[in-house]
């Protein structure tokens, strides 16, 4: 079993940066891929960055030279590095690890960027 666990979400400017943060609990060495995904009202859930156990990691394109991505494996912890936000980017942001192909997805945290 692994638990995620988000933080870190808030009220910004455009313009402005947030750091969001998801520590995993539980079984963390049975998670290959570790990331954030984002759904905004009326809209899909979309990927917005993953990482493998590799270290290799994915970037949606619309996050591309704004966003990175992280880990701190001694902490069990990923993060998400938010630059120039935009009101595009408000959304709830969902920590998703992969499990034996399995989604796990933690609770999300409110994104909001005002204009």
């Known amino acids: 079993q692994v638990q995620l666990v988000e933080s870190g979400g808030g009220l910004v400017q455009a313009g402005g940066s947030l750091r969001l943060s998801c520590g995993a609990s539980?079984?963390?060495?049975?998670?290959?891929?570790i990331g954030w995904y984002r759904q905004a009202p009326g809209r899909q859930r979309q990927m917005v960055a993953l990482i493998a156990r590799s270290g290799i990691r994915n970037y949606a394109d619309f996050v591309k030279g704004r966003f990175t991505i992280s880990r701190d494996n001694a902490k069990n912890t990923v993060y998400l590095q938010m630059n120039s936000l935009e009101p595009e980017d408000t959304a709830v942001y969902y920590c998703?690890?992969?499990?034996?192909?399995?989604?796990?997805w933690g609770q999300g945290t409110q994104v909001t960027v005002s204009s």
């Open positions: 539980g079984s963390t060495f049975s998670i290959s891929q």
């Open positions: 998703n690890a992969l499990v034996q192909e399995i989604n796990i």
